[in-house]
């Protein structure tokens, strides 16, 4: 059983390193000049780091979900031949920082294998998560991006601090939750109708609708903030069971986040695009109205890896950000509505995977914990996704694994490697009768 | 916990369903809409991406092709004029930073190949990339290379050959000319040329006092009214008097009681200006507008690069209530201007036996296969005269380059009908408003019997007659183009 989950995955990541083959051979056919042998390569290259995760797998983790990491790997193959499409050197780093999140993969893997200890240190990872989300304000190392203060800067290092700070949330709302999740259905009442939860443990929730507005004005971050909130609704949802403390908490950010809309000039503005794109196409209007009209080029079919436009034969920006927030929209142009729903479907399979951990693991807090990593790594494929597509206010959210970005890379293979953890154990316990010790000593 | 759970998935998958939903309705449902949005750059730099068809003379010279520069999404094709400035008017030019002019503009959708919806889908879904037609003129390049050449050396001014019985543009020249190839480089200073206007097609663009050669115009309207027939005689002296104002033949010469043949032979004003008194306002126009008067004329160029001909107050056109000086009308004055292409219509109904088709430069649509996808269908636009009055007015003309004002135009071995023209335009700014420039002209067809080719020549800024500067090109034109059939 446990090789036969680990063989599934080595086989499904020999297409996967011959889809990135297939990726970089049609990008290199597209320029013409070099149709050497470097996709293969490339190829070989990607394989082989795929094969030594794999074997780690192995070793560390033998009862793991083993589609998730062929899945992630496929995101990231897709990621690595659109960035080298738009710009080898950018490749370059992505390949980088793929290897670097493989690295910080294994070392949680190592590090944690008892997960359960974060729930010791949970308001510490809490306090760390939030004194990340601040940090981007902070004299000397934050930095300013399109009006929104997303970046962190300490000497050559530069990173998104919110792509790390998603994860500590979510540990800590996953740890918090387990405890309390008991009293706020138990101590609910019904006031004219609506269950309330109550006020005694209604303080973490406001605490955290605080911290989601916090970023919305201070940090400018309306797509995280809209994330964090909506995995927080997810997790308290799923815990309670009660709708209504979702719908009061929706109705809490709705009316939040209108009133800084009205108030805050820079989330005004955001609004405003999204709602009359065409007032001023050439300015604040041009990226999304660039991205539709890169996604309307696409058709059913798009028009081929490398075929698309980014950049107008005289060089100035057509599709403004191709690289990061609009990277779905090149791929809308170039692998047509079919592609993209590929891709949709590839981040929904994900989805389903990190639900299935979650239904099989056997305590609350890994229950807990895989349900608010999938949700908000699904939910970050939306406000992205829904951003260039119009469904909601675009915001610099990353297409994890996708997108140009070493945080969201790292980050997100941090997060694949706690699914992982809670994966294993949840299918071990299932598989083999309790009481067994298998502590340790699965070697291989 | 489990139940949330599973309705948690629901709910995200509703949610990706929603992006699908939005995908497909920006991707295929409304993308045609977003592809006309105007500020949706877009098309205008994938047509820079479609291999343009070629554009080629008659003799398979290639008058204009697109060569590829760079790969990939950079990919584009630039225009190139391999024979430069010789078929710059009327081919024109097509740069996506500049612009397209007059042919490569009317046939554009042709170029790009953009014939049926089917094929374009059918070439998305085996990814193979949009190619545009060639499309084969009825330019003859060893004709319009003699017609620039000899403009070049008379003076600003423009040729204009039209085959009669289908009317197929052989050649269409104008002086100054541009070279196409250096539009992107020069189209400001180009633009800026009010004196020379490089840019200006003087073929169709070039409104100028057609002189006398519009009396064959007041001929025909003669003869085909039924005022006159070839032996009406009328009484031409020296000087009449029209609307208060002297009218005076050259020298001031009294012919006596002679016909039209002798009138269109010597050019004799009094005579046709008491002609077209005789013939009336009414008849005048109608015969005008029959011949392409008062029109755009309908050839492949874009409506806005040619202009109509006609009698001109304030830049706008005169119809036949308003009121003219009818005898200097008929003797081709007053506000009277025309183009070249329209004299040369007027030439070919003629020599065509009163039948005047549509002038067209393009003769087939040739797709990338080498199939001929269109071929020009000639289409009657009027008939002016009956076949007798054409025949009448051949005779008389023949008479004009016989023995009269057009003897440069004589073509050994073969008859020639035509008719001059000289109109004065002194102080004409464009000359340098000098004091003796005229706009000197010839018009005819050959052979008169059996009429292959109708050319026009006109030089402007002239000092010397249509007889003596433009007769001599029609021939040198008329003979390439008989020596090369």
Redesign the interface.
């Known amino acids: 059983m446990r090789s036969s989950a680990r063989n599934r995955e080595l086989a499904a990541l020999i297409p996967v390193a011959l889809l990135l083959t297939a990726g970089f051979t049609a990008v290199f056919a597209q320029e013409g000049s070099r149709l050497g042998n470097a996709s293969v390569i490339y190829g070989a290259y990607f394989f082989a780091l795929c094969i030594v995760t794999h074997i780690y797998l192995r070793i560390r983790l033998p009862n793991a979900d083993p589609y998730l990491f062929p899945l992630m790997a496929l995101l990231t193959a897709i990621g690595l031949v659109m960035v080298y499409r738009i710009d080898e050197n950018l490749a370059r780093d992505q390949a980088n920082w793929f290897v670097l999140g493989l690295v910080l993969f294994a070392l949680t893997i190592q590090l944690l294998r008892d997960y359960e200890v974060l729930e010791r240190y949970r308001y510490t990872i809490a306090a760390v998560g939030i004194l990340l989300l601040l940090a981007p304000r902070l004299p000397g190392i934050g930095q300013q991006v399109n009006g929104a203060y997303l970046g962190v800067k300490i000497g050559p290092i530069a990173f998104q601090p919110a792509e790390f700070s998603k994860i500590c949330i979510v540990v800590f709302l996953a740890s918090y939750l387990r405890e309390h999740r008991e009293v706020l259905i138990v101590g609910a009442r019904r006031v004219l109708g609506v269950t309330l939860p109550p006020l005694k443990h209604f303080g973490p929730m406001l605490v955290v609708w605080g911290a989601s507005m916090f970023m919305l004005v201070f940090i400018r971050d309306l797509g995280s903030s809209l994330m964090f909130f909506a995995a927080f609704l997810a997790l308290l949802y799923v815990a309670t069971g009660r709708f209504s403390f979702v719908v009061i908490g929706m109705a809490m950010f709705i009316v939040g986040a209108w009133f800084f809309a009205t108030t805050v000039p820079h989330v005004h503005d955001r609004i405003e695009v999204w709602l009359h794109p065409y007032n001023d196409p050439q300015n604040t209007g041009y990226q999304i109205l660039n991205s539709i009209f890169a996604q309307a080029d696409g058709g059913l079919f798009g028009k081929g890896f490398g075929q698309g436009m980014i950049t107008t034969p005289g060089g100035s920006t057509l599709l403004p950000a191709a690289q990061t927030d609009t990277i779905y929209s090149l791929i809308v142009n170039e692998l047509g509505l079919f592609g993209a729903c590929g891709l949709i479907a590839t981040y929904l399979l994900v989805t389903a995977r990190g639900f299935k951990v979650a239904l099989l693991a056997n305590d609350g807090f890994s229950k807990l914990l895989a349900t608010g990593l999938t949700a908000v790594f699904a939910i970050q494929a939306f406000v992205i996704i829904g951003g260039v597509t119009r469904v909601i206010p675009l915001t610099g959210v990353t297409l994890p694994f996708v997108s140009y970005g070493g945080s969201s890379i790292v980050a997100n293979f941090v997060l694949l490697a706690l699914l992982l953890l809670v994966s294993d154990r949840a299918r071990r316990e299932a598989q083999e009768p309790a009481g067994r010790d298998l502590a340790l000593g699965v070697t291989t | ?9 629901a709910f ?2 509703a ?2 369903a ?3 939903g ?3 309705y ?3 449902w ?2 045609k809409a ?2 006309e ?1 105007d ?4 098309p205008l ?2 047509a ?1 991406q479609v291999h343009r068809g070629r554009i080629l003379a008659a003799d398979g010279t290639v008058i204009a092709l697109s060569k590829p520069k760079g ?4 990919l ?1 094709y630039v225009r190139h004029y391999p024979e430069g400035a010789l078929f710059g008017h009327p081919i024109g030019y097509s740069f ?2 500049y612009g397209d002019s007059e042919f490569e503009q009317f046939h554009n959708a042709e170029l790009v190949g953009e014939e049926s919806e089917f094929s374009t889908i059918l070439d ?2 085996t ?1 193979r990339n949009r190619e545009g037609n060639d499309i084969v003129t009825n330019l003859d390049t060893e004709a319009q290379r003699v017609a620039l050449a000899d403009l070049e050396e008379a003076g600003f001014g423009a040729v204009v050959a039209i085959e009669p019985s289908s009317g197929a543009i052989k050649v269409m020249a104008s002086n100054k000319p541009y070279d196409p190839n250096r539009i992107p480089e020069e189209i400001g200073r180009l633009n800026q040329n009010d004196v020379e206007t490089p840019l200006v097609n003087r073929a169709t663009q070039g409104q100028r006092p057609p002189g006398s050669t519009f009396k064959v115009v007041t001929a025909a309207a003669g003869l085909e009214s039924g005022v006159i027939t070839p032996e009406t005689t009328i009484n031409a002296p020296g000087s009449i008097v029209d609307e208060g104002i002297p009218l005076d033949n050259d020298f001031t010469k009294d012919w006596g009681e002679i016909s039209l043949d002798t009138a269109l032979t010597n050019s004799v004003n009094t005579w046709f200006g008491q002609l077209g008194q005789k013939v009336g306002q009414n008849q005048l126009f109608e015969t005008m507008e029959k011949f392409g008067f008062g029109s755009i004329p309908p050839i492949d160029l874009p409506s806005n690069q040619v202009e109509p001909s006609g009698v001109f107050s304030e830049g706008e056109l005169l119809h036949r209530n308003d009121p003219v000086d009818l005898a200097r009308l008929a003797i081709g004055q007053e506000r009277l201007l025309a183009t070249p292409l329209q004299m040369a219509m007027v030439s070919s109904a003629i020599a065509n036996h009163g039948k005047l088709m549509k002038p067209q430069i393009w003769n087939r649509v040739v797709d990338p296969d080498g199939r001929t996808v269109k071929h020009l269908d000639p289409s009657q636009y009027s008939q002016p005269v009956s076949a007798k009055t054409a025949a009448e007015l051949t005779t008389a003309m023949e008479g004009v380059v016989n023995e009269g004002t057009g003897t440069n135009a004589a073509i050994p071995g073969v008859p020639v009908a035509g008719k001059t023209g000289t109109a004065e335009t002194p102080g004409n700014k464009a000359c340098g408003g000098g004091e003796n420039e005229n706009q000197a002209w010839f018009m005819g067809f050959a052979p008169a019997d059996e009429p292959k080719i109708a050319v026009v020549a006109t030089v402007e800024c002239t000092e010397e007659f249509g007889g003596d500067i433009a007769a001599p090109i029609f021939r040198d034109v008329a003979e390439t183009i008989l020596n090369g059939e």
């Open positions: 916990m489990n139940r949330q759970i599973i309705k948690l998935f995200i998958v949610l990706f929603v992006l699908v939005f995908t497909s920006w991707s295929v409304d993308a977003l592809k949005q500020v949706n750059k877009r730099f994938e820079q790969h990939g999404a950079n584009q996506m930073e998305e879904l990814g």
